[in-house]
């Protein structure tokens, strides 16, 4: 039985439908364990059932179809160790249904569109994270999977993105600036013209000077590499794999950019990326390629996807680590006195 938690650490995630949000959760799951981490889908908040939303013509991105009061009170009541009665959003139906009650657990997650939207809702929260899906690459995989598994036409499936868009630019993607990182998928600048998007440059965008959180870095902390790791070490067939590691300004603020380019053939040989990187969180050498092999079937886990889905899960179970423990230490210190 899991004891009830002296401290509740509060993750968000980020990002738009098909973004890689529920691969993720499944990498944190794996981190954290399953019964000590409770979701919150933030879609539970919508305030317009889905025929309200077409009869007033808000799409469920729009701030005015969700309940940001509610949902700020009881994100802040599981936090400080309340349960609630949290509504349900069913979406098959589209409709409300009646709320289910949840406990304050060690971990509490919110995902969905807006964890990072409302300010009060933001200061809550222990770690962030933004899954930022570019539009080269989402409109490739929409079409792909929309037309080859839904038999979508192609107009189809390009008025459902246009439609959203607007929304979408206001309310969602200004949330990745607030986020402690960002995990950005991009077309691959390794193939000339690339329309297929299946290898793909990914970046993730560490914010500095946050509290607590050490910026993975790449041979040398501060500098700018440039790296080709492919050779004797590191299979990599067309088009290759690169590399790369650097400061940046990210939205005005100073961040640390790690970006991988190209896919890896052989999952085993990650270890070798691995020993070349610093301020892991691992808790022992070759970590972060078990975990990676632990699932080599989730989607991303052969280019840069998975690597810093699961570099930026350490990161927040050293946060999780660190927190419990200077509570742990402060109620040891209080029982002292």
Not at 113 to 127: A, G, I, K, T
């Amino acid at each position: 039985m899991i004891s009830k938690p002296d401290h509740v650490v509060l993750i968000g995630v980020a990002g738009d439908s098909g973004c890689g949000k529920s691969t993720f959760l499944r990498r944190l799951a794996d981190l954290f364990g399953e019964e000590l981490m409770t979701v919150i889908c933030l879609d539970d908040y919508h305030s317009l059932d889905r025929k309200q939303r077409k009869e007033q013509k808000v799409t469920a991105l729009n701030p005015k179809a969700n309940n940001f009061d509610l949902m700020y009170e009881q994100i802040k009541a599981l936090k400080h160790g309340q349960a609630v009665d949290k509504p349900i959003y069913n979406h098959e139906t589209g409709l409300l249904d009646p709320p289910e009650r949840i406990e304050p657990n060690h971990i509490i997650v919110i995902e969905g569109l807006h964890p990072l939207y409302d300010e009060r809702v933001r200061s809550l929260l222990d770690f962030s994270v933004y899954l930022d899906l570019s539009d080269e690459v989402k409109i490739a995989w929409k079409v792909q999977r929309d037309m080859a598994e839904r038999g979508h036409s192609y107009e189809d499936v390009m008025a459902s993105i246009n439609s959203r868009r607007p929304d979408f630019n206001a309310y969602i993607d200004p949330q990745k600036q607030h986020a402690d990182v960002v995990i950005e998928i991009l077309p691959t600048n390794l193939i000339k013209d690339d329309q297929e998007r299946k290898v793909l440059r990914v970046r993730m965008i560490q914010r500095d000077s946050v509290e607590g959180f050490e910026p993975v870095y790449l041979f040398d902390e501060g500098s700018t590499i440039n790296w080709t790791p492919c050779g004797r070490k590191l299979t990599c067939s067309y088009p290759g794999i690169k590399m790369f590691y650097g400061p940046d300004e990210y939205y005005g603020h100073s961040a640390s950019v790690l970006e991988v380019d190209g896919q890896f053939d052989r999952l085993e040989e990650v270890i070798y990326i691995e020993s070349h990187l610093s301020k892991t969180s691992t808790r022992f050498h070759g970590e972060m390629t078990e975990l990676l092999l632990q699932h080599r079937d989730y989607p991303g886990s052969n280019n840069g996807t998975g690597l810093f889905q699961v570099l930026t899960g350490l990161k927040m179970r050293a946060t999780y680590e660190r927190l419990t423990a200077s509570k742990t230490s402060l109620n040891s210190r209080v029982a002292a006195v």
